[in-house]
């Protein structure tokens, strides 16, 4: 089963680059069709029920490759960086019984958790480091989605150089696993600006590119359809797997 499962997240590995080669790649519609075939391939191996790997302290790398757009340069991420993050306010919201807005002392207060993971990247590398932060799932529990719900929004301080706001998706099988974290700190200290601070999503299941950087809003939804082109994802939109598993 490893290695079918392998075999299928190679070939979208292969196909779904994140420069501008894979973004090619992927606008050709029998490319689109190979990713679905390999996103359906995953799905059916391991679903959302395993776990990730994890791993002692002595396994943490030395180097953490930063792959992402740049840190956001507008204002409003600027003057969150010069106040030590004292205005952030993580708003949750939507299909939720409770909205919430929680500053970065409330998460801290929060149940903590940490895991020693794996990232795999969508371009061949990968890389061990220590997260901590609140498991996704007691997030939720606080706000309480009502019924109808089927999907958890990211949204993010992050943009393209078009301007396009990056954000990612799950569904509540994937929000709820143990492993899906809000992570806070990143080798024991605070998780640095290039690196999504302060808030990023952890997916230790899931490709790099699901692990959204720069968290400033989840939203608790029904459908994917009215977001964005309707894939769940800024690099999904573009014609990469929703559901990323490793």
């Known amino acids: 089963m490893k290695r079918k499962l392998f075999l299928a997240t190679s070939l979208s590995a292969a196909l779904t680059g994140c420069g501008v080669a894979g973004t090619k790649l992927t606008e050709n519609d029998g490319v689109r069709s190979i990713l679905g075939a390999g996103e359906t391939l995953d799905l059916a191996l391991i679903g959302t029920h395993g776990l990730a790997r994890e791993y002692s302290a002595g396994d943490i790398s030395r180097e953490f490759p930063i792959n992402s757009f740049d840190t956001p340069a507008d204002a409003a991420y600027a003057h969150l960086v010069r106040n030590a993050y004292a205005s952030f306010r993580l708003a949750v919201d939507g299909m939720v019984e409770r909205p919430l807005s929680l500053s970065l ?32 799932r007691d997030v939720l529990a606080a706000a309480r989605p009502r019924s109808g719900a089927g999907f958890v929004v990211f949204h993010t301080f992050d943009r393209d150089a078009n301007g396009v706001p990056y954000y990612e998706s799950l569904d509540f099988s994937q929000a709820l696993h143990p492993q899906t974290l ?4 990143q080798n024991g200290a605070p998780i640095a ?39 769940g994802g800024y690099w999904e939109d573009q014609g990469y797997q929703w559901y990323a598993g490793i």
């Not at 903590?112 to 061990?128: P, Y």
């Open 182 to 185: 809000l992570a806070l700190r």
């Open 193 to 231: 600006p290039n690196r999504g601070a302060p808030v990023r999503l952890k997916i230790p299941t899931q490709l790099g590119y699901k692990s959204a950087k720069w968290v400033r809003h989840i939203a608790v939804v029904p459908s994917l359809a009215h977001l964005f082109a309707g894939k």
């Open 105 to 136: 002392v409330q998460l801290n207060a929060m149940p903590q958790t940490t895991q020693i993971t794996r990232h795999d990247c969508v371009e061949g590398w990968s890389a061990i480091a220590q997260w901590s932060g609140v498991a996704l």
